[in-house]
């Protein structure tokens, strides 16, 4: 088993990865709240229609999009908890 696979196996690692995705989806957020102040402006929408045509025709903006819709749904799922999970069952020495 490799390192790479071993750390990211771990529960230390899928932490990692998990508060990666959520400070990508958080940056998303800020970007994108930040463009849409645009409106805003007392320009008549130009700001917002350059901010617009830039989202939309930036060729590595479309890329990281795509990335962004996986690291979404990867994100979803590991909060939802549709990934195997194996529950140990913890005795308590007790009275």
Not at 32 to 61: C, R, W
Request: with cysteine.
């Amino acid at each position: 088993m490799s390192w790479v696979t071993q750390t990211f196996s771990s529960s230390l690692g899928r932490k990692l990865i998990m508060s990666l995705t959520g400070l990508f989806l958080c940056t998303f957020l800020v970007v994108h709240v930040s463009g849409n102040l645009q409106l805003f402006n007392h320009d008549e929408g130009y700001g917002f229609n350059k901010y617009a045509a830039f989202m939309s025709t930036f060729t590595p903006i479309r890329v990281v999009s795509y990335g962004l819709y996986a690291f979404i749904l990867w994100h979803a799922s590991r909060v939802c908890g549709w990934q195997k999970t194996t529950a140990k069952l913890v005795g308590h020495s007790g009275m």
